[in-house]
């Protein structure tokens, strides 16, 4: 096929891209222009650098960091069992199915599990604790996204995995390495690609959730995706909510470009 016709099959691709991804972008970078009377003016960028703003920020980040961490830490062990299993395909197919429930659904289901009444506290009643404050707090918030982000994780991983050379595993074993020499020397590194893909899936993402922090902290956890909601759904700051946005873009592509030097750097 000549460069002519893979261009044509290219233009549906380049016109969803630009609808879909560019023009957003645009348009959200040009309500963050203007104040709430409609008045053009840069005083939305300003204010984003306050101790508020600063602070949502860094909250961000830090629960993003929090989740990414949780999950490379259940997702790995698992995802190495998961290789070493008869039936992994089975295995597999079960820890995807969970990403097709509508994640609203997921959601209440942990207000109910966490809830004052829900099955946690009744554990808490028989062991004789007491009633405890599970929902709204940033615990619970942590542990459902990182339950939801998991399966994000564990795919990448297994991958990795997957395309391990065994034989190299006993090499490491007949040099005389200890279990623990083997996974940090040999298994780990080789598997480095996995592990970056896994938290970038995860922590892009958990940077601008908005939907489980505010059903499952509430209050308690105010971050950069729960600003963009409140200025768009209840104050009607279109202009605070795409700046807060274009920040929250830039941060992610940031990350990304980083992630991508970094993919090359470890090829090379």
Aim: proline share 4%; aromatic share 18%; glycine share 8%.
């Amino acid at each position: 096929m000549n460069n002519k016709g893979r261009s044509f099959y290219l233009i549906p691709y380049y016109l969803w891209i630009a609808l879909f991804v560019i023009a957003p972008v645009f348009l959200v970078i040009y309500y963050s222009l203007f104040d709430l009377d409609g008045h053009l003016t840069l005083d939305n960028y300003v204010n984003f650098f306050t101790p508020v703003y600063l602070k949502m920020t860094l909250t961000s980040f830090w629960y993003a960091f929090l989740i990414t961490i949780f999950s490379l830490l259940v997702a790995y062990p698992a995802a190495y069992l998961l290789t070493r299993t008869k039936h992994k395909q089975l295995w597999l197919l079960l820890i995807i199915l969970p990403t097709w429930i509508n994640l609203l659904l997921k959601t209440y289901a942990f207000i109910g599990i966490f809830g004052t009444f829900g099955p946690i506290n009744n554990l808490f009643d028989v062991l004789g604790i007491g009633e405890q404050q599970i929902l709204f707090t940033g615990f619970s918030f942590v542990f459902v996204s990182v339950y939801i982000f998991i399966p994000f994780m564990i795919l990448p991983i297994f991958s990795a995995l997957e395309e391990l050379n065994l034989s190299l595993l006993d090499a490491a074993r007949d040099l005389g390495a200890s279990g623990w020499t083997t996974f940090r020397r040999v298994v780990f590194p080789l598997t480095i690609s996995g592990v970056r893909s896994g938290c970038m899936a995860v922590f892009i993402p958990a940077l601008s959730l908005f939907m489980i922090t505010r059903l499952i902290a509430g209050s308690r956890v105010i971050t950069l995706g729960t600003a963009i909601e409140q200025h768009f759904l209840v104050t009607q700051d279109w202009g605070m909510g795409s700046t807060v946005a274009v920040f929250l873009i830039a941060i992610m592509a940031l990350f990304m470009i980083l992630w991508g030097g970094a993919r090359k750097g470890v090829q090379r």
